[in-house]
């Protein structure tokens, strides 16, 4: 789907950087942040961004010495592409599969909540469960599927002993993200009905 729209577009880093200040329209952003968030070359973010000002589909100002950027909340068609680049799903749940299957056989449990269940609005996004999990790796994951998404994923890492403690206890927090709409990704502790 990314690749679609990056073609519609005639480039992926402007659907990045269109996705990213749909999915943060209250901020601003320098330069640096924004080609940081999005993974992308601070040379395609300068030339991307001075393309979406050009049609007035974010806001330049100055905050101090650099220059920061925002969304254009008054822009026409911002519904129109929060519906095709945000809510259309810019991540299958086979290549999510696929990239927490590159963690290893220490992987016991991956529950997808928050975002990748239809909220945009606080709570847990991943909740993952496994052991000896390098943490570089699931950073990797991670840091390439936020700047697909176009924001922060809030997730947490439990070892295999700490999640079955705490289910076993109904804490609250595991509860909420288990009884609330979620999308169980991987399951070999049979906790995520």
Not at 157 to 186: A, C, N, P, Q
């Amino acid at each position: 789907m990314a690749d679609d729209l990056g073609k519609l577009f005639g480039s992926s880093g402007r659907v990045k950087i269109i996705r990213f200040f749909l999915m943060n329209p209250g901020g601003a952003f320098a330069l640096n942040h924004v080609a940081k968030s999005t993974k992308i070359s601070k040379e395609t973010a300068r030339r991307e961004l001075n393309l979406l000002r050009d049609i007035n589909f974010i806001k330049c100002s100055k905050k101090g010495k650099e220059k920061v950027y925002q969304l254009n909340n008054l822009f026409q068609y911002n519904r129109a592409l929060k519906h095709l680049v945000v809510e259309s799903a810019p991540i299958s749940r086979d290549l999510l599969l696929k990239r927490f299957r590159g963690l290893g056989r220490g992987l016991k449990f991956v529950a997808l909540s928050g975002i990748f269940s239809g909220s945009s609005e606080g709570g847990l996004d991943i909740l993952i469960v496994g052991d000896n999990i390098r943490k570089s790796r699931l950073d990797k994951i991670l840091g390439k599927t936020e700047s697909e998404l176009g924001r922060e994923i809030k997730y947490v890492l439990f070892d295999t002993k700490e999640f079955k403690y705490r289910h076993s206890m109904y804490d609250k927090f595991i509860m909420d993200v288990l009884d609330g709409e979620h999308d169980v990704l991987i399951d070999n502790l049979k906790a995520g009905a």
